[in-house]
Structures are given as structure tokens and as C-alpha cells.
């Protein structure tokens, strides 16, 4: 692994020595399941040799939270989603459960998200919530990154959770992986930073007080320690723009969804770790 050039001084770097990460020598495992939080990088990544989980970059009392589910505060909202999930609403008199048996039947699905559907839309699970709460259900959507929809997305997320991520990005992906590429690279804001400049040029370094990763999502939506909730991938990198002082795309859009491909794909090969804990 290279350490290329630092950010800006306006973020404050810190440099380490190599590459150190306050749990590199720990073992991820959740109800005696083993996580891959390593792994050799996906084929067609250029710039990294080896993959690493978020979770490998944080203190060891956070890292715990993760492996308890008793102590994971995440799992508070995965208990409303699944209240939520046998709510009646809308017009036609249904719930989540009218349809499906159980949460369950999402088995595999966060992991290989997003996706291109029959109809070539690049469409994620946020979208698949939605239109099934407006079209089967006749009930109003709920906000990209509102409590009830990052709860639900905690709950089907954890149905997929120990699976390897495994996002297609060929064929009627292709485009749109490339988009979400370009997206990544593309220097933007007042700091003129990409994605990039961060969490690849300098993961493992330290930004202030924090220890930078590779900004994989395998583990989202995730609680974060710093605002208490659950925090969607949208609203993350809608957070990391405004970081750089940069005007953020919407949530949903055609550029989100496109960088959500590609940094998904990123983590091809890491474990599905929703909900996890992060700073």
C-alpha cells in the first residue's frame, strides 16, 4: 500500500508510519460468525492491493459494540423497522408483511446492491422501499434518509449480514459503474478534493481526531457514535461533500446512485456487516 501526497493543510493531517489501524490484528465475529474485514482488492480496483472494512479503522470499544448485538445501539432502530414492518398503511389497507413473510425473504439483496433492473435503471433499495410503500401499499414515500426508511434499511440490510458483497458492475451496469468511477476522481468544492484524496490517497493517516479508512459501505446504514442514528450511504456522502465545501448532489439522484455502484463495488469481497458502529 502506498501513502501518495497529504490533503490539504486546512484538514489537518497527521501522518502514521505505515499503515496502522487500531484493530488490524482483530478478528470481527458476531454470534461466533467470522466477518472478512480483508481482502485482496477486487480486480478492477488500480490504485489498492488489499480491501479493508471501516471496522478495522476504529478504537477497540467501538469495535466491540459492533460484535455484541446487545450492546449495538443500531439495533434499537432495527427494532422499530420491524414494528414498522407489520404497520398497516396507505390505501390499500396493507403492510410490509401483506406481502412478505418475514423481513427474511431480503436474504442476499443488501449485498448485491445497487443493481440494474428489467427495465435498465440503475435502482437501489431506498427506491425498492418506496415503490412498494406508493404502489402496493398507497402510502406516501419516506424520506431518502429519514428515521423510518434508514430503520428498514437496517432490517433488510441485516438479513444479508456475514454474505460477501458481490455488486455487478458488467453489462448493463457498466455505465453507470463508470459514472460512479468518475464521480470518485473528480476534484470538487472549495478544498478541491475528491473521494479519492481521502480514502484512497490517504487512508490510515489521521484527520483531526479521527482515523481515516477506505470509505467502504459494506456496513451501512450505520450507527454513527457522532449523531446517535443510523446514517444511509446518501446521506454520508452528502456529509463527506459538504466536508470539502463542496454543493452536494440530492439524495437519490442519477450521481448518487452512480457513486454508490462504484463504491460498492469497492468492497466486492468484504462481508456485509449492517448495521455496524462506526465513529
Known amino acids: 500500500m502506498k501513502i501518495t501526497s497529504l490533503l490539504p493543510l486546512a484538514f489537518s493531517i497527521a501522518t502514521v508510519a505505515g499503515f496502522v489501524t487500531a484493530g488490524e490484528d482483530s478478528t470481527l465475529t458476531i454470534e461466533g460468525e467470522v466477518f472478512v474485514t480483508k481482502a485482496a482488492a477486487p480486480a478492477h480496483l488500480e490504485n489498492v492491493d488489499e480491501i479493508f472494512s471501516g471496522w478495522t479503522f476504529r478504537l477497540d470499544e467501538t469495535q466491540a459494540l459492533q460484535m455484541d448485538d446487545f450492546d449495538n445501539p443500531a439495533f434499537v432502530f432495527v427494532d ?15 403492510a410490509c408483511s401483506s406481502c412478505h413473510d418475514s423481513a427474511e425473504v431480503f436474504s442476499g439483496l443488501r449485498a448485491s446492491m445497487p443493481r440494474v433492473n428489467s427495465a435498465g435503471e440503475l435502482e437501489t433499495i431506498p427506491e425498492l422501499i418506496n415503490n412498494c410503500r406508493t404502489e402496493r401499499m398507497g402510502a406516501e414515500k419516506w424520506k431518502w434518509s429519514g428515521g423510518q426508511m434508514s430503520a428498514m434499511l437496517g432490517l433488510i440490510g441485516l438479513q444479508s449480514r456475514g454474505m460477501p458483497v458481490e455488486v455487478a458492475i458488467d453489462g448493463p451496469a457498466a455505465s453507470f459503474w463508470e459514472k460512479g468511477k468518475e464521480l470518485y476522481y473528480m476534484r470538487v468544492g472549495q478544498l478541491d478534493m475528491a473521494c479519492s484524496s481521502c480514502h484512497e490517497d490517504n487512508y490510515g493517516n489521521m484527520i ?7 470509505g467502504q459501505i459494506n456496513g451501512f446504514p450505520t450507527y454513527r457514535l457522532k449523531n446517535a442514528k443510523l446514517n444511509t450511504i446518501h446521506g454520508r456522502f452528502k456529509g ?4 470539502i465545501r463542496a454543493t452536494p448532489f440530492k439524495e437519490g439522484s442519477d450521481e448518487f446512485k452512480a457513486l454508490e455502484l462504484y463504491v460498492a463495488s469497492r468492497a466486492n469481497g468484504l462481508s456485509v456487516e449492517t448495521p455496524s458502529v462506526r465513529n
Open 208 to 214: 483531526r481526531a479521527d482515523h481515516l479508512s477506505q
Open 80 to 94: 422499530q423497522a420491524l414494528d414498522q414492518f407489520e404497520m398497516v398503511e396507505g390505501s390499500a389497507g396493507k
Open 240 to 243: 463527506c461533500m459538504k466536508n
